[in-house]
T-cell receptor, first 112, second 116 residues
Framework: QKEVEQDPGPLSVPEGAIVSLNCTYS??????FMWYRQYSRKGPELLMY????GNKEDGRFTAQVDKSSKYISLFIRDSQPSDSATYLC????????????FGKGNQVVVIP | DTEVTQTPKHLVMGMTNKKSLKCEQH?????MYWYKQKAKKPPELMFV???????INESVPSRFSPECPNSSLLNLHLHALQPEDSALYLC???????????????FGPGTRLTVL
């Protein structure tokens, strides 16, 4: 079993829809959870960073963490064509070196 | 300012060439990272420098040679690469690389490398 599972299937949504992405993980040592957005042929850009279970909002983006279920989500409200990108979940433990465990990434296409 | 810069943006090289990738950050970070990313895959960690010392080498072939001249600069020297080494090479930086997950990594735009 991979440490981080993220269904990589491309996701196409109409403009204005809510995009829902999620990752599951198996390593209970993971305490920090990140979502990166990566446009085609560019580097990953940190979008959201969370530590505790619960929700964190930043504009149209909401990150949700459920440590008891080992499940994290990213919601994008009022999606725009500019949100078309690959979204990578990443996570790491509390101590020691800062190795990130990445999901495979979700390609999202928002259709105008 | 959370900017990490990388040069060049694109690089094409033959299998006998020697080239270098460069990365720079001015955020005062003391940890810098090299990742390799193939198409439609997540980044794979190659090397980590913390306080200018190599702290992680993920069993990377010796044809990749990292160098950290100072806390702001990171180089990746390339020699005798193979076509399968063609990928996007990403640099990242973070506060110190020893604080576990609290130490957020910021990525550069990458260098797209093609080995002929």
């Amino acid at each position: 079993q991979k440490e981080v599972e993220q269904d990589p299937g491309p996701l196409s949504v109409p403009e204005g829809a809510i995009v829902s992405l999620n990752c599951t993980y198996s390593n209970s040592a993971f305490q920090y959870f990140m979502w990166y957005r990566q446009y085609s042929r560019k580097g990953p850009e940190l979008l959201m960073y969370t530590y505790s279970s619960g929700n964190k909002e930043d504009g149209r983006f909401t990150a949700q963490v459920d440590k008891s279920s080992k499940y994290i989500s990213l919601f994008i409200r009022d999606s725009q064509p500019s949100d078309s990108a690959t979204y990578l979940c990443a996570m790491s433990g509390r101590y020691g070196n800062n190795r990130l465990a990445f999901g495979k990434g979700n390609q999202v296409v928002v259709i105008p | 300012d959370t900017e990490v810069t990388q040069t060049p943006k694109h690089l094409v090289m033959g299998m006998t060439n020697k080239k270098s990738l460069k990365c720079e950050q001015h955020m005062g970070h003391r940890a810098m990272y090299w990742y390799k990313q193939k198409a439609k895959k997540p980044p794979e960690l190659m090397f980590v420098y913390s306080y200018e010392k190599l702290s992680i080498n993920e069993s990377v072939p010796s044809r990749f040679s990292p160098e950290c001249p100072n806390s702001s600069l990171l180089n990746l020297h390339l020699h005798a690469l193979q076509p399968e080494d063609s990928a996007l090479y990403l640099c990242a930086s973070s506060q110190d690389g020893t604080s576990g997950g609290a130490d957020t990594q910021y990525f550069g735009p990458g260098t797209r490398l093609t080995v002929l």
